[in-house]
């Protein structure tokens, strides 16, 4: 059974880029959640999708960050002209169902912005 | 957001018994305590959860206290592999956004 998978496991852009990191959620699980963890810091929540929905994006920067999950394929987190401040740990989680549920990680994607 | 309360470390000597506590004052009746570690380098990984009851799996075992105030991670056999930080979170009815504080991080010795 395969689990949460993320790709790329390491990516290098140059400020002003674009950075596209996919997850590919457990088979059968519909909820998809993107995390972010700063150097030295905690996991900290950014979007929750179901298929072709954005449920709750409150944790995401309202500029050049976008998420989607469409129908097939996996989700993908699209972030616009990256900044140096970019540069961090985006961990993917997903589970079958919301209200208490476990959520699933992926081994996250490293985006390093030069 | 409910808020959990964890010790910044702990050491243990390998092969032995393991005991991680967690304060979560404030958790309300549809919570349930997760518990994930995450090892360096590694997204985070499930551990055990429960919601009122005592649970065990393969992994290790989670005390509940009665009042449901407190938790405790229980590793029966530390092993080197079980070097990691270990985060207690409270998560579910309608909080599904997980809060990573600063978690316990556990040394173990050989």
């Known amino acids: 059974n395969a689990g949460v998978m993320q790709n790329p496991r390491h990516l290098v852009r140059r400020r002003g880029q674009e950075a596209r990191l996919r997850c590919s959620p457990v088979?059968?699980?519909?909820?998809v959640y993107w995390y972010r963890q700063l150097p030295e810091e905690g996991l900290k929540f950014m979007v929750y999708l179901q298929k072709e929905n954005i449920i709750d994006e409150s944790g995401m920067p309202k500029e050049r960050f976008s998420a989607e999950f469409p129908k097939e394929g996996p989700s993908i987190l699209r972030i616009q002209q990256v900044v140096r401040g970019d540069s961090a740990a985006y961990f993917c989680?997903?589970?079958?169902?919301?209200?208490?549920?476990?959520?699933?990680f992926g081994p996250g994607t490293r985006l390093l912005v030069l | 957001d409910a808020k959990t309360t964890q010790p910044n470390s702990m050491e243990s000597n390998e092969e032995e018994p393991v005991h991680l506590p967690c304060n979560h004052s404030?958790?309300?009746?549809?919570?349930?305590i997760h518990w994930y570690r995450q090892l360096p380098s590694q997204g985070p990984e499930y551990v055990i959860h429960g919601l009122t009851s005592n649970v065990n799996n393969r992994m290790a075992s989670l005390a509940i206290a009665e009042d449901r105030k407190s938790s405790t991670l229980i590793l029966h056999r530390a092993t080197l592999r079980d070097a990691a930080v270990y985060y207690c979170?409270?998560?579910?009815?309608?909080?599904?956004?997980?809060?990573f504080g600063k978690g316990t991080l556990l040394t173990v010795n050989p």
């Open positions: 979170i409270l998560s579910g009815g309608s909080n599904y956004k997980l809060t």
């Open positions: 088979k059968g699980h519909s909820h």
């Open positions: 404030t958790i309300s009746g549809t919570d349930y």
């Open positions: 989680a997903s589970s079958p169902l919301k209200q208490g549920e476990t959520q699933y």
